[in-house]
């Protein structure tokens, strides 16, 4: 497998960071001011211009090579996009599952 050009790091204030090196992360992003409602799906890969985006609570999902690899529930939070790295700050996430 050739070097994964993403790095999805998920953080949480009680516990250690998540680093996961992926082709792309899909996530959900908020609709609406107070942040409990889901709008669409954003996917980011390689190149993604830069971005913060307010994510629903719900999956974050880290694929490679078309195959799901890492995936974890979380309660929504801020994701910083840039430099192919996404950081998503949440208040908790799931025990992470890697198919």
Do not use: K, Y
């Amino acid at each position: 497998m050739a070097e994964l050009p993403v790095t999805l790091i998920l953080s949480a204030p009680d516990r250690e960071p998540v680093s996961v090196r992926c082709d792309s992360v899909h996530l959900i992003a908020c609709d609406s001011r107070d942040g409990r409602h889901a709008g669409g799906s954003v996917g980011i890969r390689r190149g993604h211009v830069p971005a913060l985006i307010a994510v629903a609570p719900g999956p974050v999902r880290a694929f490679a090579e078309g195959r799901e690899i890492f995936s974890s529930v979380t309660s929504g939070g801020l994701a910083s996009v840039a430099h192919n790295r996404v950081t998503l700050m949440t208040e908790r996430f799931s025990d992470t599952l890697q198919p």
